[in-house]
Each structure stands twice: as structure tokens, then as C-alpha cells.
């Protein structure tokens, strides 16, 4: 075993794992055997692009494109008094019998809780699922509400409809400039609210979605799309921005100390988490300027290039500050008692088996970049494998050969300090946890062995 190894052995056993890695990649006989498992026990690996989403993409059955129409209609109360994007689970089999089997997780119907996840926009993938070579496996959307905790904002809102969740967060953002967010601070703003003060309910969910209009496609573009999160910013970007938005000096998140405008705050994907990977770092957008941009500028034409390669996946589609993926919680029994979530994982296998059945080429390789690996990514491949009878042999050599995580406990860029390919990852804490017994034997050996034991030992 690993522990009964020195430091120096187990150091090499790595450095040697990753040269091998590297020089070798999959040999033919394991692309073989991996492409016949995929074959064998995930079908759907070899249907087209539209058969596979018609199937196993949620919001394209009745309930989603029902769910959408009625986020659509949200100025018509007789259509969305009722509503909470929760009720995709309502189709699904797999919840059902769990509800079923566990009916105190009703709970989750209760009109007082998990407001942001009942009304914000879901989000579950973006990108090419067939061609980008770079998968960000995210966890779950963002919150659009800032600092408030979802458990603040349950308190603070209570019993709400639709329309009155969105113009409620509205005064809230608009208004709450307070340092530290509470309870109290959100009920003594909400007090005075009144609909009749705030913009057409239609216009401020434009504002926070960034959408060109309002309407069913653009609502659903939020929801899964064939461009990436970064394509739609740049595009937005190269579009809308003069001369000026490039020629000025940015930071890319907010910072009290600096009265520099931000650059997350309007292009979000670009700032947060792929800036390291467009060479910028919010100071010079310069490079991006020019008239007719896209056609002359090759920055620009390399940045699109880079966006089309990406695909962003959410294993938890609701949108939330927190989705409580940890043992036991409302996120955790969604992922592994639903179907739900299952999409984003057929999608990495199916992207796995194109590149696999194809004519090996390394510049179509498809390597996938998993935030909360262990925490929930890989609970969910591990139950899925059980279901099936695969050994963990068959996720090892994913992990070996397609896997990547980001072990920074926040923070979803991908940057050079936020990324390690998974296996490199747990021989890393193997070492680490070496290293750490030995620095305490050393340490220990100082205070408890006697002068005539080192003087033995020497």
C-alpha cells in the first residue's frame, strides 16, 4: 500500500504516473475496451445530437416547455400563481418513488422555502454537447442576488408568487446597500413595498437576465443552449461596446477599495472565470477595440475560437446561493433521487464516446473540468456506475484520462492555481498526507525519545 511507501517512493511513483501520462495518452486497446463499456451499458451514447436532448434534456418535455410558457405569461397571475421551476421533478419517475418511499421530503413543495430555486431561472447546460473540447462541470447557477443567503431570503421575502418574488428582489438590490445582509434588513426594506413603484415585472427580469426581449426563446436560451456562456458575453460584447467600454481601465470583481467599474458586473463569464484564459486581466481591454471588431480584429477571432471550444455544464440546474449538495441536504436528494441531474453526466459520457469512435486526435480530445468533483460530480457517476454493475476500475480510467477538478474550496475559474488533473489530484494528497506524518514523527521524536535512544539512533 501507498503508506507503507517513503515520501521519496511514493514522489516517484507520481512523477512517473504523469510522464506516462503524458506520453502515451490511451492506448488502442483502451479506447477499445472504454468505447465497448459505453456501448454496452449507456445506449445513448451513439444517438444524434437531437434524439439524446429530445430524451434526456428535462426542459424539452411536456412539463419544461409548460414551465416556460408560464414563466413567459408571468404577467398573468391566473398562469403563474402556482409556479416554481421545482416542478420539473414533477415528471420525474425517479422522484416520485422516492417521494413516495419518503414523504417528509414534500417539504420541498412547501411555498415558504427554496424561493430562489422555485423562481429564478434554471440553468443547465450551454455549449456544443458534440464538438467543444473544454467541459467547465460547474455545480450549480448563480444566485443573481449577491451577498443574501437563500435561508435570508426565505425569512426575509416569505410566502410569495412569481411576480412578487422578482419585484421584491428588485427593491432589495435596488436599495439593501448595507454591508452585512440580514433578516431584519430585508424585512425593514420590503415594509414600504408596493408593485405600483417598480418597473413592468417583465422589464427588471430583462435587466437581471441581460435578454435582448422578452420572450419564450430567449427565456429558454437562459435555461440550455448550443453557445457557450463566454460565446454569448463576447458576442454581447463585440455588439454592443464602443470604443470607449475597451479603452478604459477594469478590475474584474468588486472591491471597496477601488472606484474602478467592475467587469463582472456586466460580463460576468468573462471576469469570473475565463479571463486567464483570454490573456486579459481586466485592465486592458484594448486589444478587443476597433471598428467592424470582429471582421479585422484576429483578438477578437481568437477569443470566439476559444469560446466555441467551451461547454458549460450544471449538475444542479436551480438557481441558488447554496444548493445543499453536503449529506442529506434538499441538493444531494435531488442528485441522486431524481433524474434530473443525470443529464449532465450523459453528456460527458456521450462527448467521451464521439472522441472515442472517431480517428484519435489530440486537437479534439475532450477533457472535462469539474468543480465539486468529490462533493457531488462524482456521487452522482458513482451511483450511476453502481446501477449498471461497473466496476471503479472504468471511473479510474476516466479519471486518469479525461478528468480534471478545481480543488479551491471558491472560486470556479479556470486559471493555472485552480486546476489539477484529478488523478494527479489524490496522489497529491496521497504525498501530502505522507509528508505530514513524517514532519510529526520528526517533531515527535525530538520530545519523546530519550538522549541514549539518539545516541543509539546516530
Same mark, same amino acid.
Given at each position: ?8 517512493? %511514493? ?14 495518452? &490511451? ?10 463499456? &459505453? ?28 414551465? !416556460? ?5 408571468? =404577467?398573468?397571475?391566473?398562469? /403563474? ?32 422555502? *427554496? &424561493?430562489?430555486?422555485?423562481?429564478? +431561472?434554471? /440553468?443547465?447546460? *450551454?455549449?456544443?454537447?458534440? #464538438? ?50 440580514? $433578516?431584519?434588513? !430585508?424585512?425593514? !426594506? ?32 437562459? +435555461? ?6 463566454? &460565446? ?104 441522486? #433521487? ?22 484519435? #486526435? ?25 446501477? %449498471? ?24 475559474? !479556470? /486559471? ?5 488533473? %484529478?488523478? =494527479?489530484?489524490?496522489?497529491?494528497? #496521497? +504525498? ?5 506524518? $513524517? ?20
Amino acid at each position: 500500500m501507498a503508506e507503507d511507501k517513503t515520501s521519496e517512493e %511514493v514522489l516517484m511513483d507520481y512523477l512517473k504516473s504523469i510522464k506516462k501520462r503524458d506520453r502515451k495518452g &490511451l492506448t488502442d486497446e483502451q479506447r477499445r475496451d472504454l468505447k465497448s463499456i &459505453l456501448e454496452t451499458h449507456f445506449k445513448f451514447v451513439k444517438c444524434k445530437q437531437n434524439e439524446f436532448l429530445k430524451k434526456f434534456n428535462p426542459w424539452q418535455n411536456k412539463e419544461g416547455q409548460n414551465l !416556460i410558457q408560464k414563466f413567459y405569461n408571468i =404577467d398573468h397571475p391566473d398562469s /403563474t400563481n402556482d409556479f416554481s421551476w421545482l416542478n420539473i421533478l414533477k415528471d420525474d419517475k425517479k422522484w416520485k418513488s422516492f417521494k413516495s418511499e419518503n414523504p417528509e421530503w414534500k417539504k420541498l413543495e412547501d411555498e415558504n422555502q *427554496h &424561493l430562489n430555486m422555485r423562481y429564478q +431561472i434554471p /440553468t443547465h447546460f *450551454h455549449g456544443d454537447v458534440d #464538438n467543444a473540447v473544454v467541459f467547465h462541470c460547474m455545480e450549480n447557477p448563480r444566485g443573481y442576488l449577491g451577498d443574501y443567503k437563500d435561508s435570508d431570503i426565505d425569512k426575509g421575502i416569505e410566502s410569495t408568487d412569481l411576480e412578487g418574488y422578482f419585484g421584491k428582489t428588485y427593491k432589495l438590490l435596488n436599495e439593501d446597500d448595507s454591508s452585512k445582509k440580514s $433578516t431584519d434588513k !430585508i424585512k425593514s !426594506i420590503l415594509e414600504k413595498y408596493s408593485k405600483d413603484d417598480l418597473p413592468d415585472i417583465k422589464d427588471i427580469i430583462k435587466e437581471r437576465y441581460q435578454l435582448k426581449k422578452f420572450d419564450d426563446k430567449e427565456i429558454t436560451n437562459i +435555461i440550455y443552449s448550443g453557445k457557450s456562456n463566454l &460565446l454569448h458575453e463576447l458576442e454581447n460584447m463585440f455588439e454592443k461596446e464602443k470604443d470607449d467600454f475597451f479603452e478604459r481601465e477594469y478590475i474584474l470583481n468588486k472591491n471597496s477599495k477601488s472606484k474602478k467599474p467592475v467587469l463582472s458586473e456586466k460580463y460576468y463569464y468573462v471576469a469570473q472565470y475565463y479571463a486567464q484564459l483570454l490573456d486579459i486581466d481586466g485592465k486592458d481591454l484594448s486589444k478587443f477595440k476597433g471598428e467592424s471588431r470582429v471582421e479585422n480584429n484576429e483578438e477578437c477571432k481568437k477569443a470566439l475560437e476559444i469560446a466555441q471550444k467551451i461547454c458549460n455544464l450544471e449538475i444542479y440546474p436551480f438557481s441558488c446561493a447554496e444548493p445543499d449538495l453536503g449529506e442529506n441536504g434538499i441538493g444531494e436528494k435531488i442528485l441522486l #433521487n431524481s433524474d434530473l441531474s443525470k443529464l449532465g453526466v450523459y453528456i460527458v459520457l456521450r462527448r467521451i464516446y464521439i472522441y472515442l469512435a472517431n480517428k484519435p #486526435n489530440k486537437s479534439n480530445k475532450p477533457v472535462f473540468v469539474f468543480r465539486k468533483y468529490d462533493g457531488a460530480w462524482k456521487k452522482l457517476f458513482d451511483e450511476l456506475f453502481k446501477e %449498471v454493475g461497473l466496476a471503479d476500475k472504468f471511473l479510474k480510467d476516466l479519471e486518469d484520462h479525461f478528468f480534471y477538478c478545481q480543488p479551491a474550496s471558491a472560486g470556479g475559474g !479556470i /486559471t493555472e492555481g485552480n486546476v489539477i488533473s %484529478v488523478s =494527479d489530484f489524490k496522489a497529491w494528497k #496521497n +504525498i501530502y498526507d505522507i509528508l505530514k506524518k $513524517t514532519a510529526f514523527t520528526e517533531i515527535s521524536d525530538l520530545i519523546t525519545k530519550s538522549d541514549t535512544d539518539k545516541e543509539l539512533k546516530d
